[in-house]
């Protein structure tokens, strides 16, 4: 197969420990269906802030939007709580987001059911639940102009931060929404605070006029998204695909990861528009999860959701759809092995390290 | 006792039907133990609307300034989905809270140990929840300037809103959850998207500095928004109070709700600043629920959430300690009964309605 580019940022905590199994398992990919992938390796996060003073260098950046797909890690974690706001670790992510113009991000909460039990909630409730939400990545209070403090004088400061959303930007989120929305089970639910925000009342109606000239066909309903949270904590499987903004997406998908009983295990995606020439999209792959500086190091942290990020990769970058599958089904067959790592630990269950679920993974590929 | 003032704004959907209990219960106060209420009436929301076309009238507004506490139903329904954002229904309740100054919005979730099963979660999870939420609803991405759709040409628009908070802001509204913690569990939970926002930044300064200069013996924990949102799902007796901002806290209080197992049974209430000289505060009491349009009119709504909003009005506006909670006790009794309304009906329980819940809660007062 040709050569596909892969550039890692493996970034902070238990970021490194993740990528270290997939990397393990392009190479076995590499080795047993010569699958062609060509890595290099940057910094992100905090361990870029110590190594160059920024929270990516203009070099890795560069790498970044050259390669076919980045692998994400994660970054942060209280050592670097003091930076400068400008330097700190997020800032990598969010300039690599912003920078590859990554509008698109994909976050499937899957329940597998060898987990349904471990979910804070009931079994009947998330059992066999399948949801992807679809958020806005570049727009929206995450990058709008201004934001800032003000100093005013007389022990008054002023912090804003400004939400913007253009017409262009909601139209190609929610076509993203709709397409995928046609691969699946078809019904898109939209969520804005319509009541309280434009930009709401703008995404209500260009998803609206999006849905009647592209996508008819597709199932739409509206939920404010102060309701949309408690219909996923109430009953979650009513859901399909959800398409919102940059911050509601943040908090709803990080509940929907939640229900699930391991955020342990969920990975995502960010795209970009197909380039008008080659049609590729720039992407960038991430576990849900944060860089968890607690259990760093010590050979415990549950590297599914990293791998499952690299499914993606390679269903969504590459097209190698049967590939994906195949390793999608090895993670659930491990599970049902009974191999857990602590995060998913439960009574009767084997626990394994970072490692040892790493190789059992690859073993059933 | 001396005369207090009580204005009520019953609105739409099911907000009459669940005012009509309230309305019966001071009565019987009056009457029982000459708690000496007197009560106005008006109109907010859709039938505002439909009367004078704005969503409060003036007079109405002056109305609620001048009373001792506001009770209020709830607002809107697809009658008025098409109606100009300005005088949409919600319009009267951000104005009444704009005008009044209501700056803190308490909003208890406790789950009632005769409701604990009816929970989406597990019942070992939310079993003796008692958790108190504290958000800002004066300020934030609510009210803040700039807030437009601008057509831009050429089928482009562009919605804006805009998030702003004040030092003074932030210092009177974690005042107000430290004083409560005090009375609590005296643990403090702080929620921004620091990481992001630069409004979050300084929520994180200012309540870090008023934690260290007045209330150093509670407890204090920061955590980012979305992290908080997880956490509350997964294990929300990890918390006591939460202090987040406005539109954080609409969202966050809607899912510790859903929590509880029924949204039909949590109340709020909305203060403003204590008055200079009279040391009282100007005060809004509301349930938590909205207007449910579907079930309106049908005799099936749940009062409690209303009842019980007029428990948190005995106790803060009037300091009618003993007489709050011999109503809470009531409600808790009615439920120990076995009484139940259709939203919160299990197997072996009775089916009640509006009336005959409200007569079983009063006769037990
Ligand atoms: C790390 C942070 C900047 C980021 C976000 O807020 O988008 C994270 O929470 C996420 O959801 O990917
Ligand atoms: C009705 C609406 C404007 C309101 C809000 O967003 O504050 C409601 O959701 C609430 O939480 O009281």
């Given at each position: 197969?040709?050569?596909?580019?892969?550039f890692l940022?493996?970034g902070d905590?238990?970021?490194?420990e993740?990528?270290?199994?997939v990397?393990?398992l392009i190479?076995?990919m590499?080795?047993?269906?010569g699958?062609?992938?060509?890595t290099?390796?940057g910094?992100?996060?905090?361990?870029a802030?110590?190594?160059?003073?920024a929270a990516?260098s203009?070099?890795?950046?560069?790498?970044?939007?050259a390669?076919?797909?980045v692998?994400?890690?994660a970054v942060?974690?209280?050592?670097?709580d003091?930076v400068?706001?400008?330097?700190?670790?997020?800032a990598?992510l969010?300039?690599?987001?912003?920078d590859?113009?990554?509008?698109?991000?994909l976050?499937p909460?899957i329940?597998y059911?060898a987990?349904?039990?471990?979910?804070?909630?009931?079994?009947?409730?998330v059992?066999g639940?399948?949801i992807?939400i679809v958020?806005?990545?570049?727009?929206?209070v995450?990058?709008?102009?201004?934001?800032?403090?003000?100093?005013?004088?007389n022990g008054?400061k002023?912090?804003?931060?400004?939400?913007?959303?253009?017409t262009?930007?909601?139209e190609r989120?929610?076509?993203?929404?709709?397409?995928?929305?046609?691969t699946?089970k078809?019904?898109?639910t939209?969520?804005?605070?319509?009541?309280?925000?434009?930009s709401?009342?703008?995404w209500n109606?260009?998803?609206?006029?999006t849905?009647k000239a592209r996508?008819?066909d597709?199932?739409?309903d509206h939920?404010l998204?102060?309701?949309g949270?408690m219909?996923?904590?109430?009953w979650p499987?009513?859901f399909?695909v959800?398409?919102?903004?940059?911050?509601?997406?943040?908090?709803l998908?990080d509940?929907?990861?939640?229900?699930?009983?391991s955020i342990?295990?969920?990975p995502?995606?960010?795209l970009?528009?197909?380039d008008?020439?080659?049609?590729?999209?720039k992407?960038?792959?991430?576990?849900?999860h944060g860089?968890?500086?607690d259990i760093?190091?010590k050979?415990?942290?549950n590297?599914?959701?990293?791998?499952?990020?690299?499914?993606?990769c390679?269903?969504?970058s590459f097209g190698?759809v049967?590939e994906a599958d195949?390793?999608?089904?090895?993670?659930a067959?491990v599970l049902?092995?009974?191999l857990?790592?602590?995060d998913?630990?439960s009574?009767?269950?084997?626990?394994?390290?970072?490692?040892?679920?790493?190789?059992a993974?690859?073993a059933?590929?």
């Open positions: 197969m040709a050569t596909k580019h892969l940022l493996p905590g238990i970021g490194p993740a990528m270290a199994e990397k393990k190479s076995a590499n080795e047993k269906i699958s062609g992938f060509v290099d390796e910094l992100v996060g905090g361990c802030y110590d190594a160059h003073g990516i203009d070099a890795d950046m560069a790498k970044a939007m390669a076919d797909a692998l994400f890690g942060g974690g209280p050592k670097w003091a400068p706001y400008e330097v700190r670790p997020e990598g969010l300039r690599l987001r912003k590859m113009e990554l509008f698109a991000n976050r909460a329940c059911p987990l349904a039990a471990s979910s804070s909630l009931k079994q009947e409730v059992e639940l399948d992807l958020r806005e990545l570049t727009g929206g995450y990058f709008g102009e201004p934001k800032q403090i003000i100093d005013l004088g008054q002023r912090g804003i931060d400004t939400q913007v959303y253009d262009f930007e909601i989120i929610s076509g993203v929404a709709f397409e995928l929305a046609r699946r078809n019904h898109v939209s969520m804005e605070k319509r009541n309280v925000m434009k709401g009342v703008l109606e260009v998803v609206t006029q849905h996508y008819a597709v199932k739409l939920m998204a102060d309701a949270g219909q996923l904590v109430r499987k009513q399909d959800i398409v919102t903004d940059n911050l509601f997406g943040d908090m998908s509940i929907a990861a939640m229900l699930t009983g342990g295990m969920l995502s995606a960010s970009g528009a197909p008008v020439k080659t049609k590729k999209r992407a960038l792959y991430e576990p849900v860089s968890a500086p760093a190091g050979g415990i942290a590297p599914i959701a990293m791998i499952a990020s690299f499914a993606m390679l269903r969504y190698m049967a195949k390793l999608e089904a090895a993670i067959a049902d092995d009974g857990r790592t602590k998913i630990l009574a009767g269950m084997t626990e394994v390290g970072t490692v040892e679920m790493g190789d993974i690859i059933k590929f």
